[in-house]
């Protein structure tokens, strides 16, 4: 898309524009409606294309349109439309699914979807599968005729949805039934629309039946997680009456590792489904919204196609968001069940911490006075040979004659002179090492 220019002053000043303006402008016209004269068959597919399968569908289509001398679609386009004689291929990718819709005319003679759809959808056999087919529609666009239009004649009654568009002009019907081969029939009775307004009833018709299909994807996905929900609600409650009647520390410590085990299933089946869950809630809205657009009357006594899908449809829709909501309760319950249960089994811990350290503090007590007491012994043992050193010196002075005490009374003397001297050693020493303790 080219710049914003500016003129003035003899002078053009071109406007840097935003990286990502064209692709939002572009988006607006992305899937543009495309006239359809009366009498027209449109077959429709749908193809699941998650992952890498888009890119190599892609290429195939590319491929196709270059062996036909058809322009093939530019690498960011995700919408291309390629004729070629009297059929034209609509090619659209979205998100997780491609659609592949070949418009051809009809027999204006030939009755209402005759020939079979089977055999008018061979142009699809050219392009390889894109992935797991999801939709298949067999669109009859036709003149109005109560003879040979009439739902009745064409439907099975039990499941007929039958509406007019806002304006009368036009009246679609459908079964939501595939037929033999597969397809599911749907018939637009023009009446007064122009060209590109059946174009777009019948794109929107499409539509419909394309969103329904994608959303009611999600109730699989109920259906598979509900057993193991259900299981760990009851488990649940089990293990919250257990941690009730728990006393000990080891039983405290079992339940929390059963609850964590839970909680991470929970949390595991939850982080699978949340996309297919979100994107059955944007697929609803997006039926109900083209429901909205297309503006429904009633014709007859017969169903509209908003009555069927709300009888039919909404059950399903409900129970996906319940599922959804059930996983979410169960994993906050599950969440708050592990907090009081660390919560206690942290308690329990710290009184376990603190009996230790009293059992602790006893046993320093006890060392300290063994210590004491050794401590004594120790200065006595010490005291009694360093007096009979003594002893032994002071008898030798006084047999040499250097002294002339009595060596006896000389050794009594200095017994208490050196139990001091040696007590005050001792006692300086162990001081010594507890102050370097409290550093």
Partial sequence: MSAVVLIGDGEAVRLTPHPLRAAVLGEVHARPFTPISVPSRVVHFAFDTSGARAQADRANLIAFCTSRGLQPPSPAEKHHRAPFGTTVLRWEQHSEFTTYTW?????????????????????????????????????????????????????????????????????????????????????????TMSPERAGALVQRVIELETYRTLALLGLPETQRLSPSIAAAERRLVEVTDQMRQAGDLAANHKLLDELTALAAEVEAGAAASVFRFGASRAYEEIVEQRLQTIGERKVGGLPTWSSFLARRMKPAMRTCVTTEARQSSLSLKLARAANLLRTRVDVELEQQNQELLKSMNARTRLQLRLQATVEGLSVAAITYYVVSLFGYIAKAAHDSGTLHLEPSVLTAAFVPIAGFAIWWTVHSIRRKHIAGEDR
């Fill in 103 to 191: 418009e051809m005319p009809a027999d204006p003679a030939a009755a209402p979807f005759h020939p079979d759809a089977a055999s008018l959808a061979l142009p699809m056999r050219l392009v390889p599968q894109p992935g797991p087919l999801l939709v298949a529609v067999d669109l009859q666009l036709l003149k109005e005729d109560l003879q040979r239009t009439a739902p009745e004649r064409l439907f099975d009654n039990a499941s007929l949805a039958v509406a007019e568009n806002s304006d009368g002009a036009a009246l679609y019907a459908t079964d939501f039934q595939p037929g033999p081969s597969g397809f599911v029939r749907i018939l637009v009775a023009n009446r």
